[in-house]
């Protein structure tokens, strides 16, 4: 069976790229700094930037190369808010922090896109809205409820009745739906490359082929790294490998589960097919627990991606299963040739929520996004740079490190679950 880990090379991503890959090198020498950050994804690039800017000297570490993990392989759809919708977030943590928390939350997408307009990232952003789709009739009260409590807090939403969403979609498969257009897509390769640039204008040092393999608290205060064999010390670390997590941290891997997302992407299409199919460069979603997420590709093509097989292995069957998904969709498709193939993982937490976590003074690590993480994981880098340079604490909560207890059986329980929300989309039921 293909590695997931290495099926990047199979990704539309990294055969239609503008922005070149960055080619750092290693880390070849010892040195100190103010801030070390492990993983040199969207969170760990993001941090490092806002931090450069403000005078704070701070180096990233990338185990392989930028855009190897989670940042370089999703769908590059830029979706704002969290699975919480705002009455949740109130209902959790109170009127004021969560009013708040959904203005932090509800402007992720328009804090993306303005980083992208900034730094002039070359990553072809488009910005046609976001649209969830309801698989079944039981599932279409949840999608209005999230589109009126949006709505409520001034948000230009647009709802659709099951005729409506023909249009705007190219497929009868569903019974309505909202759009949120805030959202959008980019390239997300080009995106972190892009990002990547800026920070090292900006002062940072970023090094690629740098794993960090130790970490340890310092008996005088701060943190000492091995990377590539060599100390690097720092007053405060930021752990920022989310689904890629390595041991550095205790029990912080045993947080989250790391679940497999397939995807695969077409050529481009006919001029028919183009303007019918997800048209105005709209992104799409089901409700199923087990949903389907799609949206044109930059070069014109058709993208899907949906949830993959559990471990470090792609099953076959179930990428077939996925273009089966696809063609059920949009049988039109079947006469353009799929050309990309490839999958990845994304972080998974139990609550639904991202973890945020200072284990220890110093310490911070940020993960479990939930699919929402294009978004959110660049608005947060600001959030934490702005908490260790000073200027705001950070808005969203922190909390402790409490490992999954049946996390050595998350494989069999997740193939488990796998069958249970089949058999609960099956019924109609609706997810966030």
């Known amino acids: 069976m293909t590695s997931s880990l290495e099926s990047y090379r ?14 750092l090198p290693p880390v070849d020498a010892g040195f100190d700094t103010d801030v070390a950050i492990v993983g040199a994804g969207f969170t760990g690039i993001s941090t490092a930037l806002h931090l450069a800017e403000a005078g704070v000297k701070v180096a990233a570490f990338e185990a392989k190369h930028i855009g190897y993990g989670a940042s370089g392989r999703n769908g590059g759809q830029i979706i704002p808010g969290l699975k919480y919708d705002p009455e949740d977030l109130v209902a959790k943590y109170g009127p004021e922090k969560g009013r708040a928390l959904t203005e932090l939350v509800g402007g992720a997408a328009d804090y993306a896109f303005d980083l992208i307009a900034k730094h002039k990232i070359n990553c072809r952003p488009v910005r046609g809205g976001w649209i969830q789709a309801a698989h079944s009739p039981l599932a279409l009260e949840a999608v209005m409820k999230r589109a009126r409590q949006w709505r409520a807090v001034g948000v230009d ?125 709209v992104m799409l979603s089901q409700t199923r627990k087990l949903a389907f997420y799609m949206r044109k590709t930059p070069s014109g093509g058709f993208m899907i991606g949906g949830r993959g097989a559990v471990g470090p292995a792609e099953d076959p069957a179930l990428m077939k299963a996925l273009e089966r998904g696809m063609l059920g ?81 998350a494989r069999p329980v997740m193939g488990l679950g796998v069958r249970w929300y089949w058999m609960k989309d099956r019924l109609g039921l609706a997810s966030k």
């Open 329 to 409: 969709l949009f049988p039109e498709l079947k006469e353009v040739p799929v050309r990309w193939r490839w999958s990845g993982h994304v972080g998974l937490s139990l609550d639904g929520l991202p973890h945020f976590h200072e284990s220890r003074p110093g310490l911070y690590s940020l993960q479990a996004y939930n699919g929402r993480g294009l978004a959110l994981s660049v608005r947060f880098g600001r959030m934490l740079a702005d908490e260790i340079t000073g200027r705001a604490p950070a808005l969203y909560p922190k909390t402790t490190i409490k490992p999954i207890v049946w996390h050595q059986f």
């Open 157 to 281: 939403v647009e709802t659709f009745s099951r005729e409506e969403l023909v249009g705007a979609t190219g497929t009868s498969a569903h019974f309505g739906g909202w759009k949120d257009k805030r959202a959008g897509g980019v390239q997300p390769l080009d995106f972190l490359r892009g990002l990547t640039r800026a920070a090292i204008t900006a002062g940072a040092q970023v090094f690629e082929n740098s794993p960090v393999t130790a970490l340890r608290q310092l008996p005088e205060g701060g943190w000492l790294m091995q990377v590539n064999g060599l100390e690097i010390r720092a007053r405060i670390v930021l752990v920022a490998n989310n689904a890629y997590s390595n041991r550095l941290v205790p029990g912080l891997a045993r947080t989250i589960l790391p679940v497999q997302s397939m995807q695969l992407a077409t050529g481009p299409l006919p001029q028919d097919l183009a303007a019918k199919i997800l048209p105005g460069d």
């Open 10 to 23: 199979g990704s539309i991503w990294w055969h239609d790229s503008l922005e070149p890959p960055c080619a």
